[in-house]
């Protein structure tokens, strides 16, 4: 199927979704499938060597983020030590939660069913509270070595997985499951979908593109409405949401409620709480500059405090400097002047010289 022909799956029903013309916070109360009262959920994307422990602290404090899901976790061959689980997911030790009590799962990527869950039981003896599994990440080498998102040519193996998941762990954490529509095309979408919900995954987040699509724009919302129409667990949308006008439309298109945020959230760190307010009916002030650059110092203070921080905290300052710049032209001057430094304490005094913004300071 090429790239243009999948905008074409049927137009959504019309008794929910914004086409249903009923506010959002009354909408959302007592939502389908057994969804609790409250039940919208809002979660911060895994998003490997971007959201680290360190993100996750500091955009789950800010409010908005119902869970959040730590970077995937490759399996190979072998039981993996507790300390490969630890090094990238730090809040196993504190009860599985943030610092500011928001739920973090554990994601896991691979292609051998019992290995992936016996990893994944040793995963829930460290305390996870759910297990997620990756099937759609784009990265080569990963495809080559029969992970990520090449299992969706594989329906089968996807059941097989999550069947051997569900039936390895204890029977009260949860098995959930993060696909793109496809490899090449969308062929196999909603084959696949069913196959993972046939297997036992409780909730499926859709990243709205295939493989080949990569992390260009647009991302097909109206698949998760496809595929929200062929399976009985709740279907998170993923993909391209960077505003509440983002989230506003693809909630229309899509039908479903709950969503997941990724780059949009790393962008604008307050886009969760300014659609949850938008949901619950409250007006909020969006985030100025005045809020992110504490929060900026403090990432780069916590990303000091982290081993080999004198190696990897330039760059992680750096990267998330870019996405926040897409929404503060302040970070990006600071980009500007952090670029070439490799050394913390230049960083660090660089940081420290930026003037105080006014408390109302806005994006410039
Ligand atoms: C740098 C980066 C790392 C990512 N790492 C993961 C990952 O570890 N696991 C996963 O399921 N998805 C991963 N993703 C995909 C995101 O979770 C998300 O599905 C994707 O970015 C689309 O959402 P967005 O358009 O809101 O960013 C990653 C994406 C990016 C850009």
Redesign the pocket.
Known sequence: MREGDRSMPPPRRLTRGIAAGIPYHSRLRGSRRGHAADAMQIAL???????DDVLRTLLTEIGGIDWC?A??IRINQHLLPAASFYKLAPELKAGSKTPSGTPMRI?L?GSDPQCIADNAALACTLGAPVI?L?F??PAKTVNQSRGGAVLLKEPELLHDIVRTVRRTIPPQIPVTA?MRLGFENTDNALVCAQALADGGAASL?V?A?TKTDG?QPP?YWEWIARIDDVVDVPVYA?????SVDDWRRCRAISGVDDV??????IARPDLARQIAAVRDGRDIAPMGWAEVLPMVRRYWTMQCDKPLSAKYAPGMLKQWLVWVGRSYGQAQRLFVDVRTLTDCDGITRRLAAEPEPAPDAIAS
Do not use: S, T
Not at 260 to 265: A, K, Q, S
């Open positions: 994307a895994p998003m490997e060597g971007l959201v899901v970077e995937f994601q990527l997620d990756n759609g990440c993060k987040v990243h593109r992390y991302a993923n993909g391209e949401i960077w997941m945020l990724g780059r949009g959230v």
